[in-house]
């Protein structure tokens, strides 16, 4: 969306719209699951885990690092990514609000 257009919406609607679009990749959905389950800072196994290329993997990570919902720290010559707890949280509570906003009870559409 272009910086012309953001200003139509609240910071809420913008905040929420580029929190989805850091996460509208099945790639990162999986890195983010990944990194989750394993509750610890990871190094290097994200390329085997995902079964991608080097970089193809690295995009996707600096997406949800530019994001801020992972954090990396270097260690050497490889880089670890883990969750960012505090930009986690935010968006945890972000999409819940948007989603407790929205009820379909009743069946009541087109």
């Known amino acids: 969306m272009g910086v012309t257009k953001s200003d139509l919406f609240t910071r809420q609607q913008n905040e929420l719209a580029n929190m989805a679009k850091a996460l ?3 790639a990162r959905i999986a890195i983010l699951q990944y990194l989750v389950k394993k509750n610890a800072c990871v190094c290097g196994d994200l390329v ?11 995009q996707h990570l600096k997406e949800l690092k530019n ?3 992972i954090q990396g720290t ?4 490889s880089v ?21 906003e929205v009820t379909l009870e009743g069946g009541k559409c087109c």
């Open 74 to 77: 270097v260690e050497g010559v």
């Open 67 to 69: 994001a801020g919902i």
């Open 24 to 26: 509208a990749h099945p």
């Open 48 to 58: 085997e885990e995902l079964g991608l290329a080097q970089a193809t993997t690295s």
């Open 80 to 100: 670890c990514y883990c969750i960012n707890p505090k930009v986690w949280t935010a968006y945890k509570e972000l999409f819940n609000s948007f989603f407790k």
